[in-house]
């Protein structure tokens, strides 16, 4: 492999029924970063059907050219199809470095391109920089989230997942314009049939602006409704430690941190949690961090703006009936 052949960083932007997935804007905010540095172009490859103007968005947030799929079969994810054809387009394209979102759908895709196309793949990023030589430094928590691991891909093209909430996308420009470059997608027989969609009736935490995230200094699973109320009083919704789903109590979609989600709420309240890096890993970048904790020595004051020290079995129901009058 000549690694002087490739060139430009692409994006995977990848859509659910028809909407772009945001961690895909944030990927284009940190490429258009690196971009700059390296004097390169910033790409997009979207795959869909009839996606319509919603691909002007990848340009609005920084891709200077997009790729487009546009084929019923590529309307729902199609994991043989979306990896064929993105494998394609990187043999005949030859980006430096493709990016995916850590979601759900691209941990399931990107091995699977990354084994195609035959180079390396770093999982679950949480930052990216430019190294000597241009190299993309690939940078994830690693050994249980107790050191950053600094990864560099020999092979091309570089290939990195990033998790969603960790890169800043750009200010949304709707005068920014770019090319379109409509590509024939090559279907294969597929083996996924859709019969139905069920919501899975789950939270999206990554997405909430108030969280109030449980640990286990809440006694039971039914003690979980004092931090239930008190985020109902802020309209926000409850995300807990890893203790707490190994428990059963709550289901993984609520748990934040190393293993479950990276938030970034306007409003965090650690109640009753100890602040585990593995923890402080998946939420130190949440705009206020308020904590409430028995013990003053608990490393999450550290990171809290606000810390109350105190019994959460007080403190919350105060700040709850305290937070509804004002509201
Ligand atoms: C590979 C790996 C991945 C992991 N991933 C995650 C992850 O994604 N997310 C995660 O959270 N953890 C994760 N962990 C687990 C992590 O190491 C910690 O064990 C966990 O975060 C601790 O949870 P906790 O803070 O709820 O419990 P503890 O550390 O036991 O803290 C409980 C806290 O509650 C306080 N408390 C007790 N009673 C009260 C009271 N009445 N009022 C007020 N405060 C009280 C105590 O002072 C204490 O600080 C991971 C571990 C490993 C090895």
Known sequence: MNNEEYKGLMVFAEQREGKIHPVAYELLGKGTEIAQKLNIEVSAVVLGSDLGDEINELFYYGAE???SYNHPVLADFDLLNYKHNVARLINEVKPETLLIGATHL???LAPRIAA???????????????????????????????????????????????????????????????????????????????????????VNIAEADVIVCGGRGVKSSTDFELLQDLADAFGGIVGCTRPIVDDGWMGKEHQVGFSGNTVKPKLYIAVGLSGSPQHLAGMRDSDVIVAINADPSAPIFKLADYGVVGDLYEVVPKLAAEARQRS
């Open 116 to 202: 195609a196309v035959n180079t390396g793949l770093t999982a679950d990023c949480t930052a990216l920089e430019v190294g000597d030589e241009g190299n993309l430094v690939q940078i994830r928590p690693a050994f249980s989230g107790n050191i950053l691991a600094h990864i560099r891909t020999t092979t091309r093209p570089q290939m990195a997942t990033v998790r969603y909430k960790v890169m800043q996308k750009l200010p949304r420009d709707p005068s920014r314009k770019g090319e379109i470059i409509e590509k024939e997608p090559e279907i294969i027989e597929s083996v996924l049939k859709i019969v139905s969609k069920e919501s899975s009736g789950g």
């Open 106 to 108: 691209g941990r399931s």
């Open 65 to 67: 050219k997009v790729y």
